[in-house]
């Protein structure tokens, strides 16, 4: 493989633009007066704006989606069969109530976008056969966390922190040797 990375993603509307654990999406800027998204890596990123919180959780279309052990136990194959599908190296996936967590291998220098798109993607399909599309119209929120992982050390200890170090995992996967 030439690239892994570790992907994150939420449930619709469990973590929100100004939520106090943090978050990356545009926020106004004085300065310039327009808004701007602070998420270069190793750099802070916002946290903690009430009234962006409340303003987002306004416009939900339905209350916050959680997945249940069920949802999981029948979205973790599916994950699995997309990265098989399309010659992807799954090393680990936890799937918790409110997000997921993915560590993956690829060949050349694929868009993590679009690895995301189709995990997520696929797992909405296979989802909504066993419980219907959500009120929402999506299980997820848009886009999500993409990670280039640079050396080994780095994969091993991501792998590490998603199949062993998830304080309440639905389900979790490693890939064996790994």
């Given at each position: 493989?030439?690239?892994?990375?570790?992907?994150t993603w939420t449930?619709?509307?469990?973590?929100?633009?100004?939520?106090?654990?943090?978050?990356?999406?545009?926020?106004?800027?004085?300065?310039?007066?327009?808004g701007v998204r602070?998420?270069?890596?190793?750099?802070?990123?916002?946290?903690?704006?009430?009234?962006?919180?409340?303003?987002?959780?306004?416009?939900?279309?339905?209350?916050?989606?959680?997945?249940?052990?069920?949802?999981?136990?029948?979205?973790?194959?599916?994950?699995?069969?997309?990265?098989?599908?399309?010659?992807?190296?799954?090393?680990?996936?936890?799937?918790?109530?409110?997000?997921?967590?993915?560590?993956?291998?690829?060949?050349?220098?694929?868009?993590?976008?679009?690895?995301?798109?189709?995990?997520?993607?696929?797992?909405?399909?296979?989802?909504?056969?066993?419980?219907?599309?959500?009120?929402?119209?999506?299980?997820?929120?848009?886009?999500?966390?993409?990670?280039?992982?640079?050396?080994?050390?780095?994969?091993?200890?991501?792998?590490?922190?998603?199949?062993?170090?998830?304080?309440?995992?639905?389900?979790?996967?490693?890939?064996?040797?790994?």
């Amino acid at each position: 493989m030439d690239r892994y990375w570790f992907l994150t993603w939420t449930t619709y509307g469990t973590w929100l633009p100004g939520d106090k654990r943090g978050f990356v999406s545009d926020v106004g800027d004085d300065r310039a007066g327009k808004g701007v998204r602070h998420n270069v890596p190793g750099t802070e990123y916002d946290a903690d704006h009430a009234g962006l919180r409340r303003y987002m959780a306004e416009r939900l279309k339905c209350a916050p989606v959680y997945l249940n052990r069920e949802q999981a136990v029948a979205l973790l194959p599916q994950l699995l069969e997309t990265g098989e599908y399309r010659h992807w190296l799954m090393l680990a996936v936890a799937i918790m109530a409110n997000h997921t967590h993915v560590v993956v291998g690829v060949p050349g220098d694929l868009d993590p976008e679009s690895l995301l798109r189709d995990l997520k993607s696929y797992g909405s399909r296979k989802l909504n056969q066993g419980w219907g599309k959500p009120p929402s119209g999506t299980w997820w929120t848009q886009s999500g966390s993409k990670r280039k992982l640079p050396v080994d050390p780095a994969v091993v200890a991501t792998v590490k922190y998603v199949y062993e170090e998830q304080e309440f995992p639905l389900v979790s996967w490693k890939r064996e040797g790994h």
